[in-house]
């Protein structure tokens, strides 16, 4: 069939895959490897060596590609190469009105306790030159010394160590042994949220509220 000569048919020529594209519509520049490590960061809460054994590798081959695109979130990349984690939080970005994209819950007053424990048991268990691997059991021996400062109410309690301890499992501070059902192991990352001075801070503070507990035990006692 003719067409007329004032009529013009338009064919929009197929685009080809960008080079690096892993499907239709993709834009991206990043490998496969690189962008599940990316999505592991953002999900949160930590990429480790352990447990992202290929993900933690294609951290370390992409790092700089992956520190920008976090940065155009307004996020930071922390790593620690020795102990194998990694995870991000917000920038300071000073005056400049950013969103917070990070996700954050409070911690109650037994959670903070929970986490300083755990913490010093990363340090020592370091120093050794060993995992630092806890029980279950010895936590809630641990917190108990605690438990006037939370509640006369001794089923409340345990209920609250019960829920800050699961509160760490979840969030992957703690992390079950195989073949145990009991036995933890601390995330490296803790060394990271809280350094040797915030350990020696908190310490004081928690030594004081126990030793102010004990005193008004001695006194109600006489």
Known sequence: MNLPEHETVLIEPVADKPKGAL???DSGSLPLDARRALCQLLAGPSLDAGRHGPLWTALLRQETALRSRLCELFLELVIDREGGVAFTRQF???ELDTPTLLRSSPLTFIDSVLLLHLRQQLAEAEARGQRAVVE??????????????VSTDRAGFAKRVAGAIGKMKDNH???KLRGS????EVSPALKLLFSAEDVQ?????????????QGEE????E
Do not use: I, M, N, P
Request: no cysteine; glycine share 6%; hydrophobic share 35%.
């Open 173 to 175: 501070v703690l992390d």
């Open 23 to 25: 499907f239709d519509g």
């Open 92 to 94: 300071d970005t000073g």
């Open 218 to 221: 001695t006194a109600d006692g």
């Open 136 to 149: 279950e059991a010895a936590l809630v021996d641990a917190l108990s010394v605690y438990e006037k400062s």
């Open 201 to 213: 801070a908190l310490a004081q503070a928690y030594r004081e509220l126990r030793e102010s507990d």
């Open 181 to 184: 059902e009991d036995r933890y």
